[in-house]
């Protein structure tokens, strides 16, 4: 049974920093992309950053592009987004996802919130 732990979420001031984790488990963790969406009261899903955790490549939404890196630790099938200079604008509460979506679409961004049909509980980010 495939199972994502999320982890890091808190409240921070505007331009602060945070630390999501995701730690997956009950699949095979290499090839597989895995994704941070976002989604604040009354707005829609929104996917801000991917790794393939085969080639490690990444994408960024526009939104966080500079602000939020993503990096694996494949020994531990746990992957993490550091958000720097955070804003209140990216207050939301925070999912991890996972599916084995190609390498190519991963970390172009070629997918939406129905691709991935592995999700974490969410963890909450406030940006005052």
């Known amino acids: 049974q495939v199972q994502l732990v999320e982890s890091g979420g808190g409240s921070v001031q505007a331009g602060g920093s945070l630390r999501l984790s995701c730690a997956a488990s009950g699949y095979t963790y290499s090839s597989n992309c895995m994704a941070w969406f976002r989604q604040a009261p009354g707005k829609a899903r929104e996917g801000v950053a991917a790794?393939?955790?085969?080639?490690?490549?990444?994408y960024y939404a526009d939104s966080v592009k500079g602000r939020f890196t993503f990096s694996q630790d494949n020994g531990k099938n746990t992957v993490y987004l550091q958000m720097n200079s955070l804003k209140p604008e990216d207050t939301a509460m925070y999912y991890c996802a996972s599916d084995s979506v190609g390498a190519n679409d991963c970390y172009s961004g070629s997918w939406s919130a129905r691709t991935f049909h592995n999700w974490g509980q969410g963890t909450q980010v406030t940006v005052s």
């Open positions: 790794i393939h955790t085969g080639s490690g490549g990444t």
